[in-house]
């Protein structure tokens, strides 16, 4: 039980298709992650949440737009995707912004036709 | 910039064997030091951390020393399991306060009876 939990687990959408990942962590953590997992190369850290306020945007872009609503819950928009977007999104959280330990969600496997 | 460089994978061993997955890194500064292990379907799970030179991280018994002098964080275990088969992914932290973990491509750890 990692604490961290994400809907849906498996995704399969059109490139026209408008969807959303969540993400919703019962740590009490007030930092929220969401990362990329590409066959083969490293994970990206696509954007960061402190205390529901973006402090990172890794070059992303725009057809991803997260949404942090609150402390607990992190959302990630996908509309016009293309297929080298198909990947595993990974969420993750941790205690404070710089020090603490990351825990990651399940992730979802997004599959763009 | 930073960096992280592990072993290519597959690595298979039979039971009981000994582990040892390489992992260099580039960092300015004096980074922390992780090993993260992802179990099939699930997300990653941190299994040890060093954050100063010399300082050994240990748990389920693995372990990985950090050596400045090398820069290097191999990760070992002297008797491998059935259930240790997952994808081991070795990452670093810049520094105090900062939120950016870099991974390595990860290593793929198959053990068979």
């Known amino acids: 039980e990692t604490g961290v939990t994400q809907t849906p687990r498996h995704l399969v959408m059109g490139m026209t298709n408008k969807k959303s990942l969540k993400c919703e962590q019962h740590?009490?953590?007030?930092?929220m992650y969401w990362y990329k997992q590409s066959a083969k190369k490293p994970l990206e850290l696509m954007f960061v949440?402190?205390?529901?306020?973006?402090?990172e945007n890794n070059s992303v872009p725009s057809r991803f737009s997260p949404e942090c609503p609150n402390s607990s819950h992190l959302f990630l928009h996908l509309h016009t995707l293309q297929p080298e977007d198909s990947a595993l999104y990974l969420c993750?959280?941790?205690?404070?912004?710089?020090?603490?330990?990351?825990?990651f969600g399940p992730g979802t496997r997004l599959t763009v036709l | 910039g930073n960096s992280v460089t592990q072993m290519e994978g597959p690595v298979t061993l039979s039971e009981e064997a000994f582990l040892t997955i390489n992992c260099t890194y580039t960092?300015?500064?004096?980074?922390?030091l992780f090993w993260y292990v992802q179990y099939p379907g699930e997300g990653l799970q941190l299994l040890l951390k060093?954050?100063?030179?010399?300082d050994k991280g240990s748990n389920k018994g693995f372990e990985a020393t950090y050596r400045k002098e090398t820069t290097s964080f191999h990760l070992e275990k002297g008797s491998v399991q059935v259930s240790d088969s997952a994808v081991y992914f070795c990452?670093?932290?810049?520094?105090?306060?900062?939120?950016?973990?870099?991974f390595g491509k990860g290593t793929k750890l198959s053990v068979i009876p």
């Open positions: 993750a959280s941790s205690q404070e912004r710089g020090g603490g330990e990351q825990f």
């Open positions: 740590l009490g953590h007030n930092a």
């Open positions: 060093a954050t100063k030179a010399d």
């Open positions: 949440y402190s205390l529901e306020e973006r402090v």
């Open positions: 960092a300015t500064g004096y980074p922390s």
């Open positions: 990452a670093l932290r810049p520094g105090a306060g900062s939120y950016q973990l870099t």
